[in-house]
């Protein structure tokens, strides 16, 4: 991507209009801790950006990679950092996702509708969170309404390719409590041959103030999506038109997948001591068709937790959880796993606090696990904040990992490890403007990739990953203008000396500048990827750099809006990812949308 150097010595993050303050809660796993957060955390929030679906909301950030499968309405997957998507953690309301049988959790199947904010921690935050955060932590918050607000809303939406959506929003909130509910259901034949998609899915929460004895607050999600798996094209990428690429490999093969969420939980206390206890239930059920053969797994995780916030400086915590696998081919599995962690922040010096802190995993798939980590954060005035930290990580074995059913046993198979550090740099001008610069290595080992000889999971190898990141805004009135860029290199260490991953682009840029008044708002995104392959040291399929380019326009009249959208304006023939056996897996040329809104309360 030769232009991308040049168009990023004058731009550089994405649309973050409120401050990064905002993020307390990931930080410190506890409602009642409020150390600063980290220059580089960034919380998103749905309704400010021009993105349709949760995907497309975190691809607009310059520090996440997501890979996407089938256009729009297929898997997509998000990984942080140069770590891959089973190394970066997702979370609803403070419980782990339960990962499908790769360890991947796929974005596709959660509406944007029910979301208040989304809070990224970048960086290793195995100290408070486990397994699989080695990248960071993508933390999803189902949205609260203000006290005295009501809600009602309900929308609807038509786009190319046969896309349908209906959306309904209700909730309010009181001095006894709150609830919110979104639903949606939403529908498209697809770009491709096969590509064709229906969901439907409700996510909500709800609170219950029990005075003294603290509250109540519940929260839930279900999804139910059937999809069919085009299986990428047969079409070489360089001979795409924009027509040629929608034939499909598969015209047959489909996918049901069905998510549910629950979870309770229980806090109290004040100033001095903050406690809260919390459990919850999740299954992800997944049916195939596929190769001629049909399929089912079931993944379910039950969870209990307790922290215990003292003196909103010292935080003390313990997880326990069961995951459990039904598969006719990988087997029934059942896998227990618990986590202690402690971490004090200290302020040895005015606007400077230090944060220490460790976690013990155990589990029946890995020995015990230590991962400590050292934070801290100066902020030695209202515009400028610095941070920096160390700290370990780790990947635990999936349940493809251990029971492959097509490779040998793997059980002396030992969790992935790291040490990641990282630096990072804030200034935010009371005219309007910001700038923010991070940078980041991660040592690897004990990588488990699949051995070529046998195909079972293996320790084979090491690595490291080093980047930066850039940001700059401005956001005066009116005006808003933000770009980002993002630079990572990933090796790996191999018999032959260190050569590039696979799957792991140079370089991401992204550009955003909307105006909001008198009830209109236009928003224009650009999102530049540079080339990446399908094997390790640029080996195997080609995936050519792009630049999409997208606009959105929307109209407030009395209680309606009305919106439309131009999503890859230059018609680009592009792909997120590929694969040796399928080639690639092409997404949308241009696509238009619109529809209304329409606020009862």
């Known amino acids: 991507m030769k232009s991308l150097p040049l168009l990023l010595l004058f731009l550089s993050f994405p649309v973050q209009s409120r401050s990064s303050d905002d993020v307390f809660f990931s930080v ?65 309301d403070d419980v782990r996702l339960p990962a499908d049988i790769t360890g991947t959790v796929d974005l596709s199947l959660f509406p944007s509708a029910g979301l208040g904010r989304v809070e990224v921690l970048p960086g290793a935050a195995a100290s408070a969170y486990g397994a699989n955060a080695e990248g960071g932590v993508v933390h999803l918050f189902t949205r609260k309404l203000s006290p005295g607000a009501r ?28 609830f919110f509910l979104g639903a949606a259901r939403d529908s498209s034949e697809g770009f491709q041959r096969n590509s064709g998609a229906a969901r439907e899915a409700a996510q909500g929460r709800g609170s219950v103030g029990l005075g003294a004895a603290g509250k109540l607050t519940f929260s839930g999600l279900y999804s139910s999506l059937r999809t069919g798996l085009p299986s990428g094209t047969p079409v070489p990428v ?25 979870s309770g939980a229980w806090s109290a206390g004040g100033e001095a001591l903050e406690g809260r206890v919390e459990s919850s239930f999740s299954s992800n059920r997944i049916e195939a068709f596929q190769f001629g053969s049909r399929s089912k797994a079931l993944v379910t995780d039950r969870g209990l937790s307790g922290r215990l916030a003292v003196r909103r400086t010292l935080v003390l915590g313990a997880e326990a959880s069961l995951s459990e696998l039904a598969s006719a081919d990988y ?73 492959n059913p097509w490779a040998p046993p793997a059980p002396g198979l030992k969790p992935e490890r790291s040490v990641n550090y990282d630096a990072s740099a804030y200034y935010g001008s009371p005219d309007g403007w910001y700038a923010g610069a991070s940078g980041y290595y991660s040592v690897i080992r004990d990588r488990i ?6 195909w079972a999971a293996a320790n084979l190898d090491s690595g490291y990953n080093v980047g930066a990141e850039g940001k700059a805004g401005w956001t005066p009135g009116v005006f808003r203008l933000s770009a980002a860029w993002a630079l990572n290199v990933s090796k790996v260490k191999t018999g032959g000396g260190y050569e590039l991953m696979n799957y792991s682009p ?84 241009r696509t238009f949308s619109a529809g209304l809104s329409w606020k009862l309360l």
């Open 238 to 262: 360089a001979d795409w038109n924009g027509s040629r690429e929608r034939a499909a490999n598969s015209l047959t093969d489909w996918q049901k997948s069905r998510r549910g969420f629950l």
């Open 151 to 178: 809600l009602a809303e309900a929308s609807a939406g038509l786009s190319s390719w046969g896309g349908r959506n209906l959306t309904l929003k209700t909730g309010a909130a009181g001095r006894a409590g709150d």
């Open 331 to 403: 087997g029934d599995h059942r896998i227990g796993s618990a986590g202690f962690f402690a971490q004090k922040t200290f302020a040895p010096l005015e606007k400077l606090e230090l944060t220490p802190g460790a976690r013990l995993d155990r589990s029946g798939s890995y020995p015990a696990r230590l991962s400590p980590k050292l934070a801290a954060v100066y902020a030695p005035s209202s515009e400028w904040k610095f941070s920096a930290s160390a700290g370990a990580g780790f990947q635990a074995p999936t349940f493809a990992d251990l029971y």
């Open 449 to 454: 990739a699949l051995d070529p000889a046998t």
């Open 506 to 589: 140079l370089r991401k840029a992204t550009l955003s500048a909307g105006l909001e008044a008198d009830g209109t708002r236009v928003a224009f995104t650009g999102l530049g990827v540079s080339e990446q392959y399908t094997g390790r040291g640029r080996t195997g399929l080609r995936l050519p750099e792009y630049w999409t380019f997208g606009l959105r326009a929307a109209r407030e009249l009395g209680g309606l809006e009305f919106w439309a959208a131009a999503d890859n304006l230059l018609d680009r023939h592009y792909a997120t990812t590929a694969d040796v056996f399928n080639g690639w897996y092409p997404q949308p040329g």
């Open 28 to 92: 410190g796993r506890a409602a009642a801790y409020r150390a600063m957060p980290p220059a580089d955390a960034a919380t998103v929030y749905p309704g400010e950006a021009a993105a349709p679906d949760l995907a497309g909301l975190l691809d607009a950030q310059a520090p996440l990679s997501v890979r996407r499968l089938n256009g729009p309405s297929g898997a997509a997957t998000v990984s942080l950092r140069g770590f891959q998507a089973k190394q970066t953690a997702v979370y609803l």
